[in-house]
C-alpha cells in the first residue's frame, strides 16, 4: 500500500473545536471473549475542509482494551489503518478535498479482535 497524506489524532487534537467529548474507557478483569462490534456516532461525527472527525462507542456489554479504526483512500480503495488506541473520537488531517471518505472501527482486548462494524461515509470540503 501506498502511504495516504493524511495525519489523525484522538480527541485532544488541538484543531477540534467544539463541546468537549466524553471518552469512555472500559477497564475490566481479564476478559474471556473478544469484544463485540463497537457502533459509529454519526451525530458526532463531521467533516471540515480536508479534515474528518469519527466517534464510536463500544458494544455496551464488551470488555475493551482498544479500538482500531481504518479509513478508505477516498476513492473506493483498499482500507487503512489510521488510528489505535483507548480514545473514541479521532480526527484525521491532510485528506484530498471534495472526497467521500469511509471510515470503520472494531475493538480489541486481549483475547482477540471484534468484526468492523459497518462503514460511515464522510466527504471532505469541495
Not at 10 to 38: L, R
Not at 85 to 97: A, Q, R
Amino acid at each position: 500500500l501506498d502511504a495516504l497524506p493524511f495525519s489523525s489524532s484522538s480527541s485532544t487534537h488541538a484543531g477540534f473545536s467544539g463541546p468537549p467529548m466524553v471518552v469512555a474507557k472500559t477497564h475490566h478483569p481479564p476478559p474471556d471473549q473478544a469484544p463485540g462490534i463497537p457502533h459509529m456516532i454519526p451525530e458526532e461525527c463531521s467533516a471540515e475542509n480536508n479534515s474528518i472527525t469519527v466517534a464510536w462507542a463500544p458494544h455496551h456489554t464488551s470488555c475493551v482494551s482498544g479500538f482500531t479504526l481504518e479509513l478508505d483512500d477516498g476513492s473506493n480503495g483498499a482500507f487503512r489503518e489510521v488510528y489505535t488506541g483507548e480514545e473514541t473520537v479521532c480526527t484525521i488531517d491532510g485528506l484530498h478535498f471534495n472526497s467521500i471518505y469511509k471510515a470503520r472501527v472494531r475493538a480489541y482486548n486481549s483475547t482477540g479482535n471484534s468484526s468492523f462494524c459497518e462503514p460511515l461515509c464522510l466527504q471532505t470540503a469541495e
